[in-house]
């Protein structure tokens, strides 16, 4: 599978700019949006940041490409989020603003000497989007090897902030669907065959039904039919996930993509990043608006992100 320098530029600059859209109105309610919804990007706001400033979302996504650089490992997964954590690596302006709970102790973890593949909550409610905020990029990593070793190594990255199997399952979904858009299929051939190859994948491991269940609208449903009040978009996975697919399988451009993600409140940052990595790889990275691409936090760090990882793949 070929993957092109515009393909990592879309997908990279897809999440923080989605992300980015969303932070100034993280946690606002659905219903206030829907009277003055986000059109652009914003200033200030929930977190009192500059116009164009990205999340953890994008910080630790971009902490993962790093690696993605250089030879895959997760030690070096775990130090780049310790390094974020301690001295704001990929952070805008080197401050952390944003954190989630379980990212927060799993990285407390880490740095106490916890293996990374064990330094993720396994609880029930250890199930945020933290671990699916920020996998986009390991689609660049995984895209010839075999199904098996896809969900093995997207199960440890994952594990390194959220190890519960509904996490994982979240993530390996995502980034199979990415998968399928590498390839060339179109948005609902791609969902579809997600759905097929996720299934199949999930029904040759040892997983209690009951979580395989509470994906049955991404894997036996058609999402995109759903009325808007049925999608939701707080912070627990699989309404991040359903509510970025949601998105993508009813809009038709990038920017139509992220909007309508934003727009639906609450975790508006994590929703929004996580449907613009697919919808840049979807459109393009031609697609993005220009201002939006020109006022976002560390445009020149994030374009060399890009040419090195192009470089490495």
Sequence with gaps: MEITLDNIKALLFGVAIGDALGVPVEFTQRAFLKANPVVGM??????????????????????LAE????????????????????????????????????TRLSISNLMNGVVPDLAGGMTEDSNG????????????????????????????????????????????????????ILEGQDKFKAYHNTQLIVSDLLSSYPILSEEISR??????????????????????????????IWSILTTNSYEEAVLKAVNLGSDTDTTAAVTGGLAGLIYGFDSIPTDWINTIAKRTEIEDLAIRLKQKI
């Design 42 to 63: 914003r200033e200030y706001g929930t977190h009192n940041q500059p116009k164009g400033t990205f999340s953890d979302d994008s910080s630790l996504t971009f902490c």
């Design 67 to 102: 690696v993605l650089t250089q030879k895959f490992s997760l030690e070096a997964i775990a130090q780049n989020f310790i390094q974020w954590y301690k001295s704001g690596y990929w952070a805008v302006g080197g401050k952390l603003f944003d954190i989630g709970i379980a």
């Design 129 to 180: 989007n933290g671990s699916l905020m920020r996998i986009a990029p390991l689609v660049f990593y995984l895209k010839d090897k075999k199904v098996d070793e896809r969900f093995m190594i997207t199960k440890q990255v994952s594990s390194i902030t959220h190890r519960h199997i509904r996490s994982v399952i979240a993530c390996f979904y995502y980034v199979e669907f990415a998968r399928k």
């Design 215 to 244: 994906y049955n609208r991404l894997l036996k449903e058609d999402i995109y039919t759903l009325d808007e009040d049925r999608i939701q978009s707080s912070g627990y996975v699989i309404h991040t996930l359903e509510a970025s």
